[in-house]
């Protein structure tokens, strides 16, 4: 496990942000259809905080993308780098994710974030903005569509329906599970749509959730708890 502070020059307010996301938001690349699905690696990303006391973790998990077996996985600990807004939530979370990028061996292949790509208010979410940070494909799968609008998918798995902004097709409802919730897929940098809800489809054998997503997500809970245990206690208790 890692810990760190946040890069020097990290935006710490709202229009330093904004104006961030606006210069790399032209950099996204969506022209390209990223890796075969069942090919090389799959990484999953995901982030725990414990907002009292200040702390956020980062978890990688690297899967065998054929057989999802896990060839390694990776921590960062370190401190929230920017309050809660809204559509900027990947300030507080990006500089965790590169941190504990460094640690890894192996090379990360496709990168599924829990959260959005281009299917953000500013188009710019976490997998956008972390795939032009590296260079790296990634897409974002999420578990409920922000704000934009989507009608039901089929109930079999495998089932899938534009996310909509107007006429705009940002995303998609994807059934992983039949007659269960869909997730919402999005492209985040150098994947095509098609592409990343395949890689979605491949990642979801037994559970609605990619495992890429439920490993990461188990594995920064659990390095929160042990960073969290030997921290100092939260302010007035």
Known sequence: ???????????????????????????????????????GHVTGVDVAYDDERDIVAAALVVLDAATLDVVEEA???????????????????????????????????????DGYGIAHPRRFGLASHLGVLTGLP??????????FAYEAPGAPRGSAAPLLDGAEEIGRALRTREGVKPVFVSVGHRVSLDNACAHTLRLTPRYRLPESTRRADALCR?????????????PGT
Do not use: H
């Not at 890692?2 to 950099?27: H, I, M, N, S, Y």
């Not at 990634?138 to 922000?146: D, E, M, Q, R, S």
């Open 75 to 113: 921590t960062a600990v370190g401190r929230v780098a920017f309050p809660y807004v809204p559509g900027l939530l990947a300030f507080r979370e990006i500089p965790t994710v590169l941190a504990a990028l460094e640690e890894l061996q192996a090379d990360p292949g496709l990168v599924v974030c």
């Open 222 to 234: 659990a390095a929160l708890r042990e960073a969290s245990a030997s921290a100092s206690p939260p």
């Open 1 to 39: 496990m890692t810990t760190f502070d946040a890069p020097a020059g990290w935006p710490t307010d709202e229009p330093a942000a904004r104006a961030v996301q606006d210069e790399l938001r032209a950099r996204v690349v969506l022209g390209e259809e990223g890796p075969r699905p069942g090919t």
């Open 138 to 147: 990634t897409i974002g799968v999420a578990k409920n569509p922000f704000t």
